[in-house]
């Protein structure tokens, strides 16, 4: 009997973000991606969400090694925090390592990994798993679909990926290849990225969107360009840039991000532009405004990103006004929205017309559409399909893609964070959770997890704090003092002070009839009733109350 093959999905199925999953075999432990989550609303102060890492916590010495699939935030973003608790190689493509690199260095961990290269249509073995590495299209260079061999045949994991038939570097997804597998070896297991299995239809080209860049650009001579898109999108990147070039423009990057891809992806021969051509942002005020053209991050409007600044007229680096054409490629990630729609308003205001994909096609997605997952599914023809990459909806809405296409619905299996799926001589089953697929919120240097700092965090943003402070004499009992009422954010000005005073009586009273009463223990909660109950009656809010009570 051959051993069976285990894939713990600790992130990334309900969510996109946070994308990694553990495949084990034979007591050997392989990490598909280690992405970071970006947080919504309801978890303020977070920077960013992790991983379920615990499930590896007493399985640190058998991880073989961790595969990145392509180098997007929700696939490397974790590693460097992966890597300050375990140890163990990354392998993933050049370009893809040069983002990694990064990251690691600027949190001290390059000591506790290996970063291996890998190249298209390479077959290594990672530990006991024979790895082959397959070309596909996507909105960033390098993206590597994996053929995993294993003892239980092979798995195959899309990574994300649309079908650009007409890429711009030229590099096809190899679909011949998935195909020469599936027939010579049977696909046994297909890991497929969810989401766009909502949207009927195909992607649009990456180069038609540099048609439609051309034109803009095309439109505006005499005008300085200002052309944001996503850092690691080297190939709009390539065709933004091209085009000025031919237009007689000088080019240059605006923020860190895109500063730094920039340079590596040139230094890769990823992102080919003559020297002359290239100028630093420093020198870009002394051109005319159509002599420039400066690529910049920031289109999803952050808040501290360059051209969110830019649009506020904090930026070191530009002023933008009346010369300025600003064009956002790229569009709103969900959540993003209202945050864009505020930076197209700081920059119009200013005096720059904006263009953007509302607008005009300046920006196509990543990932394939209902057509594009169809054909892959075809391809790979696998005995069984596990959705990944989406939250519920897409998830859901890519198992039916697949039973419509006449897949037998027993072998489309649904997993969610924390599942564990096992595939043996017995086929495919979801034995269910296995570790908690909880959050963990990265904030400043700590870690944290759990929603109640969350709820205390979303309740004293909304109606503000309140503590009071009781001082009791330790010799006979007796407050020593009237108690300290303060606040912040729960009343605004003067009126806070007056209330303040009035809610230390009301709690010395309170306090005062405890006391008398003879009872024992117990006071900070008669503090927080008595508090609580003077600022409903007064004012009807739910401020976090923090009673302390002292003995002197
Ligand atoms: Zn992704
Ligand atoms: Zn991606």
Known sequence: ??????????????????????????????????????????????DFVLPDLEYLRDKADRIVGCICTHGHEDHIGALSHALERLSFPVYASRFTLGLIRNRLEERGVMDRTELKP????????????????????????????????????????SSDFKLDLNPVDGRRTDLARIGAIARDEGIRLLLCDSTNSEIPGSSRSETEVGEVLRSVLAAKAG????????????????????AAVAEGRKVATLGLSMKRNFALARELGLLRLPDHAVIDISEAQ??????????????????????????????????IGADDTV??????????????????NNLVNRGADVVHSGSVEVHTTGHGKQDELRTLHTVADPEFFVPVHGEVRHLVAHGALAVGMGMPPARVVQARDGDQVELSADGLLNRGRVTSGDYYFVNGRLVESGPEL???????????????????SRRDGRLLAQPRFESRGWV?????????????????????????????????????????????????????????????
Not at 121 to 148: K, M, N
């Open 1 to 46: 009997m051959a051993d069976p093959v285990q894939i713990t999905f600790l992130g990334g199925l309900g969510d996109i973000g946070r994308n990694c999953a553990a495949i084990e075999c034979r007591g050997q432990v392989l990490l598909l991606d280690c992405g970071v989550l970006f947080p919504d609303e309801d978890m303020p102060g977070a």
């Open 327 to 344: 064009v956002l490629s790229s569009s709103p990630i969900p959540g993003n929205e209202a945050r864009v729609a505020k930076m197209i």
């Open 223 to 242: 005008r300085r360009l200002v052309v944001a898109a996503f850092a690691s999108h080297i190939h709009r990147v390539q065709q933004v840039a091209e």
């Open 492 to 552: 605004g000005g003067e009126a806070a002070r007056e209330l303040e005073l009035q809610g230390a009586d009301e709690v010395a009273a309170a306090v005062g009839r405890f006391l008398e009463s003879g009872e024992q223990g117990g006071l900070d909660r008669v503090v927080r009733r008595a508090a609580g109950q003077f600022i409903n009656h007064s004012t009807d809010r739910r401020p976090v109350i923090v009673p302390i009570v002292v003995e002197l």
């Open 286 to 319: 002394h051109h005319r405004p159509g002599e420039v053209c400066v690529v910049a991050t920031g289109s999803q409007g952050e808040s501290r990103s360059a051209l969110a600044m830019a649009a506020t007229g904090d930026s070191r680096w530009i002023q």
């Open 454 to 472: 969350f709820r205390d965090r979303s309740a004293i943003g909304a109606e503000g704090v309140v503590s009071v402070v009781v001082v009791l």
């Open 118 to 157: 890998i190249g298209d249509h390479d077959r290594l073995s990672i530990g006991a798993f024979d790895c082959e590495f397959i070309p596909v299209t996507h909105s960033v260079p390098s993206g590597l679909i994996s053929a995993i061999r294993t003892p239980q045949g092979v798995i195959l994991h």
